[in-house]
């Protein structure tokens, strides 16, 4: 089953093998955690969902 989005590649081994092609490359962690970062006041539940409500909407 094909994903709408999922970039594949064919690769031939025993026949044509259709799998998912990697769009980054392997990270860890103490990569990426960087941009987890957020300064400021801390969000309540309530502003979770009212964010969530106005992106339906």
Do not use: H, W
């Not at 980054?24 to 969902?49: I, N, R």
């Amino acid at each position: 089953m094909k994903k709408v989005g999922v970039k594949t590649e064919v690769t031939q081994e025993v026949g044509d093998l259709l799998k998912p092609s990697n769009f980054f490359s392997a990270t860890k962690l103490d990569d990426v955690a960087g941009c987890l970062k957020y300064l400021g006041k801390a969000k309540t539940l309530e502003d979770m969902e009212n964010a969530i409500r106005q992106g339906v909407e």
